[in-house]
């Protein structure tokens, strides 16, 4: 069973800091593509930051030099720091896993709050 769970939000004010968890199990975690992703109300949900098994890295436009996205092979744990927080980054954060070892099947964690005040 594939579990990906979410850790690390909440609420913050403008520029302040936050550091999101995504804790796998189930699959081959360092030979798998992990992302961040998020949707705020009423938008769609949109890539926020992706790395690939290589440990190669891409950022949505809206948040590079803010955020960074890595991850731990030996703790199966994908993590992303968000520095400079603004009230347009608030939605729910959902983890994504792609088995590209194998079929590309995606799997996503159950999402967590992060809130910006201004």
């Known amino acids: 069973q594939v579990q990906l769970v979410e850790s690390g939000g909440g609420l913050v004010q403008a520029g302040g800091s936050l550091r999101l968890s995504c804790a796998v199990s189930g699959i081959i975690f360092s030979r798998s593509h992990m992302g961040w992703y998020r949707q705020a109300p009423g938008k769609q949900r949109e890539m926020v930051a992706v790395t690939t098994s290589a440990g190669d890295t891409n950022y949505a436009n809206s948040v590079k030099d803010r955020f960074i996205i890595s991850r731990d092979n030996a703790k199966n744990t994908v993590y992303l720091q968000m520095n400079s927080l603004k009230p347009e980054d608030t939605g729910v954060y959902y983890c994504?896993?792609?088995?590209?070892?194998?079929?590309?099947?995606?799997?996503w964690g159950q999402g967590t709050q992060v809130s910006v005040s201004s």
């Open positions: 994504n896993a792609i088995t590209s070892y194998r079929d590309y099947s995606t799997y």
